[in-house]
């Protein structure tokens, strides 16, 4: 019922920029937070940065001030602007959303959300 579709991953060199994409679709009536998590080769999944509705954020230590995360409400957006990529920066990027659904009339919220992923690896 609740689709999130990530998009603008690739290759780039170290110092390159990227932005990352993800769209939300489905029975949605409101969201919460949006997030975006990695998942390096060997790592465990951690989180890289996450905007909440009202467009507070959060970011990981590694990425402050280089990466920036952003949404647009009305379309149920997220985007990261990743900007002076290093080479540990690559991994697969995720979405996350925690958002309320509705069916049958009644409103759920869940945390759970995931996109596909997405990889961006940055070469040195």
């Known amino acids: 019922q609740v689709q999130l579709v990530e998009s603008g991953g690739g290759l780039v060199q170290a110092g390159g920029s990227l932005r990352l994409s993800c769209a939300a679709s489905?029975?949605?009536?409101?969201?919460?937070?949006l997030g975006w998590y990695r998942q390096g080769p060997g790592k465990q999944r951690e989180l890289v940065a996450r905007i909440t509705s009202g467009g507070s954020t959060t970011y990981a230590d590694s990425v402050k001030g280089r990466f920036t995360i952003s949404r647009d409400n009305a379309k149920n957006l997220v985007y990261l602007q990743m900007n002076s990529l290093k080479p540990e920066d690559t991994a697969v990027y995720f979405c996350?959303?925690?958002?309320?659904?509705?069916?049958?009339?009644?409103?759920?919220?869940?945390?759970?959300?995931w996109g596909q992923g997405t990889q961006v690896t940055v070469s040195s």
């Open positions: 489905g029975s949605i009536f409101s969201i919460n937070v």
């Open positions: 996350n959303a925690d958002l309320i659904i509705i069916r049958d009339s009644h409103y759920y919220r869940g945390q759970d959300y």
